[in-house]
T-cell receptor, first 113, second 112 residues
């Protein structure tokens, strides 16, 4: 039982490049989330998916797209990376709706130069 | 702005002392949770308190919730070096069953 896994762990991009961050969970959770955490700051919600087939914007969705590929997988895409997107990205999952603890992945450290 | 705001932003205490962190939020909630983050790691769930509860205990943790003031506190008693971490509150707004909003966190340092 791996919990929540994220790939890659580290990535360096040049401005304008694109990439997809992958997230998978094996806990059969319906809800999945993408957050970003800037140095010394809290987590800001980028997008979330309440269930397979649905996605919704969070606090800071601009510059990102997401795909809920199936119940297990939720990917985050940066179409044209900008230095302002340098951050640590965390994926999380949880059940049931309205409560339940979130389980977090180990994070992806992204630097955009 | 974020739904939850913790204070203080940073707290340094002696090992064995108690640590208290506070969280304020803006909208009506279903429940509130506290998480811990060790440096460079993901967040780990500590405790959940529902909107109809006023106080909850788990080991050395005590959480209070005052929905009239839209605030919560986390007390860690008899602190240990291993408690050094950042602590975040997370709220579940009534308007959305799945959306979760995190506060900005309190960085707790325990001096030996």
């Amino acid at each position: 039982n791996a919990g929540v896994t994220q790939t890659p762990k580290f990535q360096v991009l040049k401005t304008g490049q694109s990439m997809t961050l992958q997230c998978a969970q094996d806990m059969n959770h319906n809800s999945m989330y993408w957050y970003r955490q800037d140095p010394g700051m809290g987590l800001r919600l980028i997008y979330y998916s309440a269930s397979e087939g649905t996605t919704d914007k969070g606090e800071v969705p601009n510059g990102y797209n997401v795909s809920r590929l199936n119940k297990r997988e939720f990917s985050l895409r940066l179409e044209s990376a900008a230095p302002s997107q340098t951050s640590v990205y965390f994926c999380a999952s949880k059940d049931p709706p309205g409560e339940g603890e979130q389980y977090f992945g180990p994070g992806t450290r992204l630097t955009v130069t | 702005s974020q739904q939850g705001e913790e204070d203080p932003q940073a707290l340094s205490i002696q090992e064995g002392e108690n640590a208290t962190m506070n969280c304020s939020y803006k909208t009506s909630i279903n429940n509130l949770q506290w998480y811990r983050q060790n440096s460079g790691r993901g967040l780990v769930h500590l405790i959940l308190i529902r909107s109809n509860e006023r106080e909850k205990h788990s080991g050395r943790l005590r959480v209070t919730l005052d929905t009239s003031k839209k605030s919560s506190s986390l007390l860690i008693t008899a602190s240990r070096a291993a408690d050094t971490a950042s602590y975040f509150c997370a709220t579940f707004p009534r308007s959305s069953a799945s959306k979760i909003i995190f506060g900005s966190g309190t960085r707790l340092s325990i001096r030996p």
